[in-house]
C-alpha cells in the first residue's frame, strides 16, 4: 500500500528509499515518483511511459534498479517487483482510469 503513515513518510523523505521497513513503504517509494511524473503531464503517453519505466525487466531500467539497490539486503526481488507492479496499479485505479472515462466522453467510443 503507497498510503502509509505520514511518520513513515517523513522518514523515508530524509533518509532515503534505503531506509524503507515494510514492503508498503517501498510501494510508497514507487507511488510518490509515479505521481511527480504523472503531475508534470497527465496524459496517455505518460501513463504508458511509467508502465514500462516501473515494471520489473530483468536487465534493469533505471529507476526500479535504483530502488532495488538500495534495499536488496532487506527485502527480496519479488517484494520490490510486486510493490512496483502495485504501486502501479494504485495509480491506474485513481488516475489513468479516470483521465481514460474523460477522453472516452470527450471523444465518443469506438
Not at 520490490?80 to 483521465?99: G, P, Q, R, T
Amino acid at each position: 500500500m503507497p498510503f502509509v503513515s505520514p511518520k513513515d513518510r517523513d522518514r523515508i523523505q530524509v533518509e532515503g528509499s534505503k531506509s524503507c521497513e515494510t514492503v508498503g513503504d517501498i510501494c510508497y517509494v514507487f507511488y510518490k515518483r509515479i505521481m511527480e511524473i504523472w503531475r508534470e503531464e497527465p496524459r496517455w503517453r505518460t501513463a504508458h511511459r511509467l508502465y514500462k519505466d516501473f515494471d520489473y525487466e530483468p536487465e534493469g531500467n533505471g529507476y526500479w534498479e535504483f530502488v532495488y539497490e538500495q534495499v536488496m539486503c532487506k527485502f527480496e526481488k519479488i517484494d520490490v517487483i510486486c510493490a512496483s507492479k502495485l504501486a502501479y496499479k494504485m495509480f491506474w485505479d485513481l488516475h489513468v482510469y479516470d483521465y481514460e472515462i474523460q477522453q472516452l466522453e470527450k471523444n465518443g467510443n469506438i
